[in-house]
């Protein structure tokens, strides 16, 4: 009997300012991302598409409701894993979009990685990638 294996969820996220991050992470774990399902928030997704040959699913951009997309999704158990690049030194208009996702990430005991560093120990741990 054939078992089917679970691909990782895993939405990418990153702000204006960690977006070129965003990419070198996605470039550093691209073999092992590739097994994965990907969703990201719009610019985001369209760069890790363009630059990095992934298949990933574009949301709405994060202020025009792509964290919230993320956030209902994550809710209803279809989301594994979050890596949010975040900018903390830039205000962001959609803050509150912002930490309703962090905070459902908390609720629902999703692992969610908000820097360069803990994104890439968080991908290791799920993907198993060195």
Known sequence: METET??????????????DDM???AREFRDALAGCTLMATGTTGGRLKNEVGLQVECLLSGPMGGDLQIG??????????????RDPMTPQP???????????????DVPCATNLS???????????SA
Request: charged fraction near 25%.
């Open 6 to 19: 679970h691909r990782p969820r895993v939405a990418l996220i990153a702000h204006d300012h960690k977006k």
């Open 94 to 108: 959609h803050e509150p979009d912002i930490n309703a996702l962090v905070r459902a990430c908390d609720v629902h």
């Open 118 to 128: 803990s994104g890439r120990m968080l991908l290791r741990a799920l993907l198993g």
């Open 23 to 25: 990419v070198r992470l």
């Open 72 to 85: 209902a999704r994550l809710a209803t158990g279809e989301v594994d894993a979050v890596v949010f690049l």
